[in-house]
Structure formats: structure tokens, C-alpha cells
């Protein structure tokens, strides 16, 4: 076989491979496990449809996506809210964020959810881009939104029922220094700050 019959083979081969990996997977069957308001917990029966394969898949599926705050002060300091989560017993760093209504624009909800939880209000939004954390086992996703001139507004934070809130601002370059050495563990923290960063020109 001459170098170019084998090129041709290997991207025969490449495209035939690249086919299976590409085609979505039939749903022969979906049922709903769990239905919550939240969150659903779906269990589907799919078959590929050019090898046939068949398997049972789990996914956890939200109805709404989310949105996360990069607010950052006129000193290059970041607003973290730190606060308890419980799958994890302890509290930890992340930044404002919280779920998108239906039917509600993502950059509304940011403005909504960073008022709510840091009391504060920014002249100045721009998107930094929009993460799926765990496609393997979760369908959501979360808007991400660079805040700055910020000020505060007048009442203080409006939290939802159970929540408690501390709102800390803290160095961009610590932050991001902090993820390095990983202190900081929230995924939203850290790609949120880091593609801030990026856009900053840090």
C-alpha cells in the first residue's frame, strides 16, 4: 500500500470513528424518577443508532440554567459571598449566583441576584461566557457576567429564606491565586474569575 493509500485509509478510518462518536443516541424509552420543581431525575433506555449498543442512562436535568457574578471593585477586588453548602458540611467561597427564572433574560437575573446577595448594584455588565459543569450526569448550565462601577444600594441583602450570607471582597490576584493553590473548590468561582481575568488582561 502506497503513503498516500494509507492516508486515505486512516482518514477513512478517522471519519467512520468520528460518525460513531458524533450521531446521538436513540431514546427508546425515558421515564421520570423524581419529579421536583428543582430538579428531575430522569432514567432513559438508549441505542446507538450505527452500532446498535444499547445501555441505561441516568441524568439529572434542570429546568433552569443559572448565573454566577464576577462583581469587581474600582481596586481590583472581588465580591466573594461565603457561605454554608451542605453536600459538603462546611462553608466555603463562591461568587452571587442563583437560578434564572422562566422566561427571564440571563443578564436580568444577574443584576437580580447580585443586588440580592451582595447589596450592590453595577453600572457596567459584560458576559464572560457560559459553563456546563458535568455534562456527563447533568443538563443545566450557568451564565457568566463581569460587574463592575459598582455601588451599594440602600436595605442591605435580600436573602432567601434560610440562607446566611457573607459577603467578603478580596484581591483578584489573591483569587486567583488561591485557585491555583486550591483553596478556592466552587467550579463557578473558579471559571468565572478566570475568564474574567482573561478579559481583564491579568
Not at 463562591?94 to 453595577?122: I, S
Amino acid at each position: 500500500m502506497s503513503g498516500t493509500d494509507k492516508k486515505e485509509s486512516r482518514e477513512l478510518m478517522a471519519s467512520a470513528a468520528e460518525q460513531v462518536v458524533l450521531t446521538p443516541w436513540e431514546v427508546l424509552s425515558s421515564e421520570c424518577l423524581y419529579d421536583h420543581p428543582f430538579i428531575h431525575f430522569v432514567k432513559e433506555r438508549i441505542r446507538h443508532p450505527l452500532t446498535g449498543e444499547t445501555m441505561t442512562y441516568f441524568t439529572l436535568i434542570s429546568p433552569v440554567d443559572t448565573v454566577a457574578v464576577v462583581a469587581l471593585t474600582s481596586d481590583n477586588q472581588v465580591l466573594l459571598t461565603r457561605q454554608y453548602r451542605h453536600p459538603l458540611r462546611r462553608a466555603i467561597y463562591d461568587l452571587p449566583a442563583g437560578r434564572v427564572e422562566a422566561g427571564e433574560d440571563p443578564a436580568a437575573a444577574a443584576v437580580r441576584e447580585l443586588r440580592e446577595e451582595t447589596a450592590f448594584h453595577a453600572a457596567r455588565w459584560e458576559r464572560l461566557g457560559y459553563e456546563i459543569p458535568y455534562p456527563g450526569g447533568l443538563r443545566a448550565g450557568t451564565y457568566f457576567f463581569l460587574a463592575r462601577e459598582l455601588t451599594p444600594v440602600p436595605g442591605g441583602q435580600k436573602l432567601d429564606e434560610h440562607e446566611d450570607i457573607i459577603v467578603e471582597a478580596v484581591p483578584i490576584q489573591d483569587v486567583l491565586d488561591g485557585i491555583v493553590a486550591g483553596r478556592y473548590v466552587d467550579g463557578a468561582l473558579q471559571f468565572g474569575v478566570l475568564m474574567a481575568a482573561r478579559q481583564l488582561g491579568l
